[in-house]
């Protein structure tokens, strides 16, 4: 499950409204609230394809960072909460057929004028499971990929793992590839709740992944947490919380559980009619984060989002989340993955057959996209950077030539009086509480056509 990233598109079906105002509710119900991209998803369309295909050809902004997202698609397992594009039936020959896939597509892209004369700032392995790959599989995929675009330069390169597909010569193997920032997707550490929740690994391979982790010398290792898994006890989330501590690791992501269409919960909750997801409430769930940031916070982590918390602040970032947020341009390689470049949002295809057909044929597999305004630029940079709690006002103006805080006076005036958020000269910081529910209170600032609407 990826850090940010993190949030693929997913069904069709239309979500609920999220009413800013109506908190009655707090029962878990179907469908996206993770707020990753603005405008949203679901406004993206075939129809803006020759758009984006087209912005490829034309010079690109040098200035701009760059990064690059590869989607790994594969798992031993899918999740009963996953609503990522994954395939759990491939075989290695149907491997080594989409890596070529996405070494051709990314060695097409590297020669557009968009592309060339620019390196990469950062680079972000997510899935699925980047980690399902052999030793030797990623070795040919990270060989490939750097033939035609080198990444000597980048500040970090991220890499999701399930714990239950490493082991120490693997990781040692991932290290010497030039990982920065491995990311291994625990969870929680309680076996019955990883069997629940149709986690495809268990508490001693955790174990064993982080400590041959920890040896093999990563500058960065980070655990995500799920707060509100199928199972979730009071006491079991504590016990989550003082394993985590005695882990130490660099950086910590907890996300709180949400039910998505495309998922086998809400597909059972459909067949028995159910309208709450069989999981902890909203509240229970902001509260069991709060509880974690602030044992994490007493001993030295620093909280940097709604979602991450940081051992040491002077040296441990997140490049890929903190540029994408800032408005930097990222490529996007595999299935289903979606990326920006140059003023267009854009998605590949859904699924590996037309997305390997278009690549093998030397046709451009982007599948929809959706090219943005200046305004809409803004506020996707508004509403993501709010999602780190604290926001200046400053590089709106430069860059923009609007002041936010006057621009959306009347909400930052609502929002203060709700104790939500305080402002400082040119500074916005939000309460913890409004930290952890931030996705709901982003839509305020949406256009008035992208509020009320599904967001996936």
Known sequence: MTAVNDKTPGSDTPLPVLDNEDQSNQSTLAGNYFVSNYPPFSQWNPGHRDTAIARFDEPGDVDRPLGLYVHIPFCRKRCHFCYFRVYTDKNSDDIRQYLDAVIDELAALANKPQI??????????????PSYLSDQQLTYLFEGLQRSLPWDWADEVAFECEPGTLNAKKLQRIHDLGITRLS????NFNDDILALNNRAHRSKQVYGAYEWARDAGFPQINIDLIAGMLGETEDNW???IETTLKLAPDAVTIYQMEIPYNTTIYKQMKETGAVEAPVADWET???WVSEAFAALEAEGYTVGSAYTAVRDKSTIGFVYRDELWAGADMLACGVSSFGHIGGVHYQNQADIVPYVSAVSSGESPIFRALPITEEEAMIRQWVLQLKLGHISRRPFIDRFGVDPFERWADILSDYQTQGLLSIDGDELTLTRDALLQVDRLLHAFFLPQHRGIRYA
Do not use: D, S
Not at 123 to 129: D, L, R, V
Not at 184 to 187: P, R, S, T
């Open 184 to 187: 291994l997707g625990i969870e």
């Open 116 to 129: 060339a004369g620019r390196k990469l700032k950062f680079i972000y392995f997510g899935g699925g499971t």
């Open 238 to 240: 504590k016990a989550n």
């Open 285 to 287: 769930k902001r509260r």
